[in-house]
């Protein structure tokens, strides 16, 4: 009897050693080795692999997404670029065109006025020079000197150099601050400053031309766009007040401050 049960409890111990290996061997190893780190080897599903993959593809899109629209928006910024560049060009153009025709037409109204005024008596004696024979007048030469120094910043604005157009309008009201040709260079120089936004500088400039030389031509012109860079920095009452002066003229000015009001107050 005790044999019996000695050996049904070996049967038993087999059977259940069976179970355990069984089931030992239908597990998933989760460690080969009892070291740390490196050594770990740990096997995973498919599902678990595609899922670790996932945000990286996910990245890898978004930075080649990302790039294609950095390339994108500096193009578009580099064509606006352009467009302000030629935009500025050619506002310069269409003032210097304005001022060269305005120019043509006093100048036309001078030699008419000129032509229908009687001459002088061929027997009324001349005005002796006071220069001496083959020795040039110091007025004149002063004069020729500052017509060359307007006219080569003049020259450069025209061709397109604004830069450089500035500095030589700069340096020609600091050499002739009384000569003739400041009430153009301070225009002149304020419609740089409005190129660049310089809305300071550029009402300063047109104000010396506005108070200083109300009779000169280029007053009103002056006068509108003084009121423009008001209305630009916020001045709307100030502004209002000038342009409102201006649209009552009837003169090229006027017309463009009388729209200007229009559409904006």
Request: glycine content about 6%; aromatic content about 8%.
């Amino acid at each position: 009897m005790v044999k019996l049960n000695t050996a049904y409890s070996v049967v038993l111990y087999l059977v259940l050693a069976c179970f355990a290996l069984a089931a030992r061997a239908a597990a998933p190893v989760a460690d080969i080795s009892n070291t740390s780190g490196a050594n770990q080897a740990v096997v995973r599903s498919p599902a678990q692999t595609s899922a670790a993959a996932t945000p990286q593809v996910e990245t890898y899109y978004l930075l080649q997404s990302l790039r294609e629209e950095l390339r994108v928006l500096r193009g578009i910024m580099e064509e606006q670029g352009h467009t302000i560049r030629q935009l500025k060009q050619r506002q310069v153009d269409d003032y210097i065109d304005l001022d060269r025709r305005l120019s043509e037409l006093v100048a036309g109204g001078v030699g008419a006025q000129t032509q229908s005024s009687p001459g002088p008596a061929s027997n009324s004696p001349k005005k002796p020079s006071t220069s001496p024979a083959g020795v040039p007048s110091t007025t004149a030469d002063a004069s020729d000197t500052e017509k060359v120094a307007y006219e080569k910043a003049y020259g450069l604005l025209k061709a397109g150099e604004v830069e450089a157009a500035k500095q030589a309008f700069k340096a020609y009201l600091a050499k002739y601050p009384n000569g003739r040709y400041v009430p153009n260079g301070q225009y002149w120089l304020g419609e740089i400053y409005m190129l660049d936004q310089q809305f300071k500088e550029a009402s300063e400039a047109f104000a010396v031309v506005v108070e200083k030389y109300p009779a000169h031509r280029k007053m009103l012109d002056a006068s509108y766009k003084l009121g423009k860079v008001y209305h630009l920095q916020g001045k709307d009452e100030k502004a209002k007040v000038i342009l409102t002066r201006v649209a009552a003229t009837k003169s090229s000015a006027g017309k463009l401050a009388a729209d200007y009001l229009a559409a904006n107050f």
